[in-house]
């Protein structure tokens, strides 16, 4: 299995500022990268696939880059909405996998 | 296009469950369906997926010959189930699709269905 390493576990923060979360893959899986943000109770939302492009109707202060192994996941001027939990997903393999999750915590 | 899921369940150990998943608003046999498990506090562990058009299967090695994935193409509804659940199945099961032919990110989720296992 493809392991996805993501980092920080818990990322504390002010509206307002601008946050990275970074993901790292096991082996290369191109641009096969998504990113999700989960809310409690609720089911993940996908906000980013391909590695960068953007989900129809996320705000344009989500983006993502990345390719290969390294991903990130950046929200520039953090709104009350997006504390949350954000989660990366590899597609290379059908064997998907998720990584561990990255808390958003207001600070 | 919408997934609705099954509601919660509260059963014992050892008990049989099947949990559904009915798809709306497209047609069902286009695209794959996944199962996705949360345990409480935990993070997303992909299950299993099914393609309904011929039933094909692919099982996590993680969860294969514990849960069983079906669907019912009449019904547009697909299916997770247990023969003997544990304590450690307590969780929170998602079925998700992804519309765009060649890439596999979620873009549909299920609200999510609570299983809860009593010892």
């Known amino acids: 299995d493809i392991q996805m390493t993501q980092s920080p576990s818990t990322l504390s923060a002010s509206v307002g500022d601008r946050v990275t979360v970074t993901c790292r893959a096991s082996q290369s899986i191109s641009n096969y990268l998504a990113w999700y943000q989960q809310k409690p109770g609720k089911a993940p939302k996908l906000l980013i696939y391909d590695a960068s492009t953007l989900e129809r109707g996320v705000p344009s202060r989500f983006s993502g880059s990345g390719s290969g192994t390294d991903f990130t996941l950046t929200i520039t001027s953090l709104h009350p909405d997006d504390f949350a939990t954000y989660y990366c997903?590899?597609?290379?393999?059908?064997?998907?996998?998720f990584g561990q999750g990255t808390n958003l915590e207001i600070k | 296009v919408q997934l609705v899921q099954s509601g919660a369940e509260v059963k014992k150990s050892g008990e049989s469950l099947r949990i559904s998943c009915k798809g709306s608003?497209?047609?069902?046999?286009?695209?794959?369906i996944s199962w996705v498990r949360q345990m409480p506090g935990k993070g997303l562990e992909w299950m299993a997926r099914i393609d309904p058009s011929d039933s094909y299967i692919d099982y996590s090695p993680s969860f294969q010959g514990h849960v069983t994935i079906s669907v019912d193409k009449s019904m547009s509804e697909a299916y997770l189930q247990w023969s003997g659940l544990r304590a450690s199945d307590t969780a929170m099961y998602f079925c998700?699709?992804?519309?765009?032919?060649?890439?596999?990110?979620?873009?549909?989720w299920g609200q999510g269905t609570m299983i809860t296992v009593s010892s």
């Open positions: 998700a699709i992804h519309e765009r032919e060649g890439d596999d990110a979620f873009d549909m």
């Open positions: 608003g497209y047609t069902f046999t286009n695209y794959w």
């Open positions: 997903q590899q597609y290379n393999s059908f064997f998907y996998t």
